[in-house]
């Protein structure tokens, strides 16, 4: 058993306490021993005297200094009828150092002289008084030596105190054994839970069931059962991304080439004859140009991490009219309004397909949910700015967001209400904003809509310090 184990600590202290609560116990015990032992002196010279008192005479010399020593003593007086009698005596070795009467000491004062029994070494003659047992007078007093009754109390103290420690280390072995039992076998069982759950923390098997009869323990397994389950999700959500940005690398490689390969048939549709495809040919070499570069930029910068912003100075009002546009090409016919609130003279310096991909991420969730309920509605960006940042405001009349989609709005694969939607959406939307350095909130959803509010810093050099921006 080891000092540096819970056991090894456990039984130490129990010693310890046990042999100080000992400790307190052996002072009154000693007390009473040298009490006992003193009334039982002055009950042998009690009977020694009787003894010789119903002797003859003749016989009373032979006897008396054996009585004497049987009794432990020096002399015995009794007073008897208010005449006091030496009855037995013989030399004593010294002059009388302490008198004790205990018919008058009280516990306090027991202690006191138990004490200075056991502290002073020299053997002194000490004269003790008491009541005579079975009313036999009305005092007795004896002289006697302090050196026998020192050792008896020695050796009374030492046997109690080995007494003490065998117990103590009986008790400790006892709270040991109920200690492995109740605690520790519990914590070994944790133990082995967490390196089982080290080994494959994806496998929700591995993960404990509170089933502990201690009421600590069991909170503490309902704690590590639930931040398991936790890491078991976000292992499992990790994988899924990492899965998904493969399938996106593998998707985005190939769309590539079948989208430049659109782009060379899109670029001769400006000289088509007709009035209608020449007009609509830029707005799709746009379009397939945008896509073209988001495949190039997955592939570049990998699945996990969006590209570093380019900034350039941009008329505001004329990408809203392009994300209008293409979402009413979506819409089913007089369902969806789309309006906007930009003043025409704004200028934005941003990403210009960044901010885009943002915009367009609101607009279309808007005009989803607006769809979703069958009833006509609007959807409105507006925008302005400040001395220090430009805003942008996304707002709908749709059905609003319920509480869990609010709870986990910005988190992958968590925040979507709709069936068959992913939650990327605003996780990208957000994700593209905070590479400008700036934020998307909610600021409300009720059931008259929900309204998203976009903050771009105006001072680029707030920007995360791995982006190195590009200004055109």
Not at 413 to 419: A, H, P
Request: proline fraction near 5%; charged fraction near 25%; glycine fraction near 6%.
């Amino acid at each position: 058993m080891r000092l540096n184990t819970i056991t090894g600590r456990f039984a130490a202290l129990t010693i310890i306490f046990v042999m100080l609560a000992e400790l307190f116990i052996l002072l009154p015990a000693l007390a009473s021993f040298r009490l006992d032992y003193l009334e039982s002196r002055l009950e042998r010279a009690q009977i020694a005297s009787l003894a010789l008192l119903a002797t003859d005479e003749s016989l009373a010399s032979d006897l008396e200094s054996e009585l004497l020593q049987n009794a432990g003593v020096f002399n015995v007086v009794l007073r008897r009828n208010d005449i006091r009698q030496l009855v037995l005596s013989s030399p004593i070795p010294g002059p009388v150092a302490q008198t004790y009467d205990l018919r008058e000491e009280g516990v306090a004062q027991t202690i006191d002289d138990a004490m200075g029994t056991l502290l002073n070494r020299r053997n002194e003659v000490i004269r003790v008084m008491g009541s005579p047992v079975n009313e036999a007078g009305q005092l007795i007093e004896i002289t006697m030596e302090t050196a026998p009754l020192r050792a008896a109390m020695i050796e009374y103290g030492v046997r109690l105190l080995l007494l003490s420690a065998a117990f103590s280390i009986l008790t400790a072995l006892l709270l040991n054994l109920a200690v492995q039992r109740l605690v520790l076998v519990p914590i070994r069982r944790v133990i082995s839970h967490m390196v089982s759950y080290a080994e494959a923390p994806e496998d929700p098997r591995h993960i404990i069931t509170p089933d502990a009869r201690l009421v600590e323990l069991r909170d503490a397994e309902t704690a590590m059962a639930s931040m398991q389950k936790t890491v078991t999700s976000a292992l499992k959500q990790r994988e899924r991304m990492a899965q998904l940005g493969e399938a996106v690398a593998k998707i985005s490689h190939d769309l590539r080439n079948i989208l430049t390969t659109a782009q060379i048939f899109a670029d001769r549709l400006e000289d088509s004859g007709d009035p209608k495809v020449r007009r609509a040919a830029p707005k799709l070499v746009n379009s397939i140009s945008r896509a073209v570069n988001l495949c190039e930029t997955t592939l570049a910068f990998g699945k996990a991490e969006e590209p570093a912003p380019t900034l350039s100075r941009f008329p505001l009002a004329q990408l809203a009219a392009e994300v209008i546009e293409a979402e009413s090409l979506a819409s089913p016919a007089a369902q969806v309004d789309f309006l906007t609130d930009i003043p025409p003279t704004l200028t934005i310096r941003a990403d210009r397909d960044q901010l885009y991909r943002v915009l367009a991420n609101l607009a279309r969730n808007a005009r989803q949910a607006i769809e979703g309920t069958g009833q006509p509605g609007t959807v409105e960006i507006g925008a302005g700015e400040t001395d220090s940042d430009w805003w942008i405001r996304v707002g709908d009349t749709g059905p609003g967001l319920p509480e869990r989609a609010r709870e986990y709005l910005f988190k992958p694969f968590s925040g979507s209400v709709r069936k068959g939607g992913t939650g990327l959406g605003l996780t990208i939307a957000a994700d593209l904003v905070r590479g400008h350095g700036g934020r998307l909130d909610l600021v409300r959803s009720d059931t008259e809509g929900s309204e998203f509010m976009i903050h771009i810093p105006r001072d680029m050099a707030i920007l995360p310090a791995r982006q190195a921006v590009a200004s055109r």
